[in-house]
Structure formats: structure tokens, C-alpha cells
């Protein structure tokens, strides 16, 4: 007879809707399902079940489903998101958007069944621009990592910098 073994869940700091209360992300497009550590401006570590649910498994890649690398990434992104916009008083008329992205390697396939967890480290922050260290792990094993670097902007501004 073989034992199951249960493996105790780490503490959720945030679920879903207090993500959805910090980040402007929405379904198909919100990559974090909770919060389960945050220190203050340097760290935080985050959660995304993958399920053969989610749209992008429909075309990447039929009968071989892989969470694309550019989510895991944007993942990162929104985690360090909701790290960085408790920082920011006026956070619902602000965006934060990608200015850069280094270091990208992704290391182990990501697929329908998995969890991701999420660390991101603040390698530099002032008050509109950040650049974090993102890590992506299934289980022990590094899945992706990259430095984002991104900025603070209105969320009235238009795409091209410009005030409407």
C-alpha cells in the first residue's frame, strides 16, 4: 500500500481578488492566483496554477500544451506589480509598464497540471522606474528567470508617451 503524502500549502498572504485590487489585469490575462510572501520593496513570492484551461493551450502547441515563455516573463512582471504599486499613493490613475527585458532563460517546459512559483527581487526602485530579478520554479526546479526593468507611467498617457 503506498501513502499519499500531503504537502502543507503555504499561507495565502493575498488571494485572487486583492491581486485584482493592486493589478489592472484581467482574465485571459491575469497570470497570478495569490500571494504567499512580501516583504516590503525587496521581495515577493507568488503562485500560478496552470491549467489546460487557459486559452494560449489552445494553439501553443496542440497535443504538446506549453505555457509560452513570454507568460511565465509576464508573470514575473505582475508579480513584481503588485510588489511595487503598494508604493504608489494614486496607483488606480498609474500603469506600470516594461522598459526592458535581460536574461531571459527558460530552463524546464511549464504545463497544464503545474504551479508556478513566482519570486521576484527588487534590484533598484525610485519612484517611477524599477528594475527585479524574476525566478520561476515547478517544484524545486528552476523553470525561467530574467531581469525586468519597467516604469511608471499615467494611465491616461497614450501609448506613445502622449497626454490625450
Do not use: W
Not at 494560449?56 to 503588485?82: S, T
Amino acid at each position: 500500500m503506498s501513502e499519499s503524502v500531503v504537502i502543507p500549502e503555504a499561507p495565502t498572504l493575498m488571494d485572487v481578488n486583492q491581486i485584482q485590487g493592486i493589478l489592472p489585469h484581467r482574465y485571459p490575462f491575469l497570470l497570478l492566483d495569490r500571494i504567499i510572501e512580501i516583504e516590503r520593496l525587496k521581495r515577493i513570492v507568488a503562485i500560478k496554477n496552470v491549467t489546460m484551461n487557459e486559452p494560449h493551450f489552445v494553439g501553443h502547441f496542440p497535443g504538446y500544451p506549453l505555457m509560452p515563455g513570454v507568460l511565465i516573463v509576464e508573470a514575473m512582471a505582475q508579480a513584481g506589480g503588485v510588489l511595487l504599486f503598494q508604493e504608489i499613493p494614486d496607483r488606480e490613475n498609474k500603469l506600470i509598464v516594461f522598459t526592458g527585458i535581460e536574461k531571459a532563460r527558460f530552463r524546464k517546459p511549464v504545463v497544464p497540471g503545474d504551479q508556478l512559483r513566482i519570486v521576484v527581487d527588487v534590484l533598484a526602485f525610485r519612484r517611477s522606474m524599477a528594475r527585479i530579478e524574476g525566478k520561476a520554479y515547478v517544484g524545486d526546479k528552476l523553470a525561467a528567470e530574467a531581469t525586468l526593468s519597467c516604469f511608471l507611467i499615467d494611465r491616461n498617457q497614450g501609448a506613445d508617451g502622449a497626454q490625450p
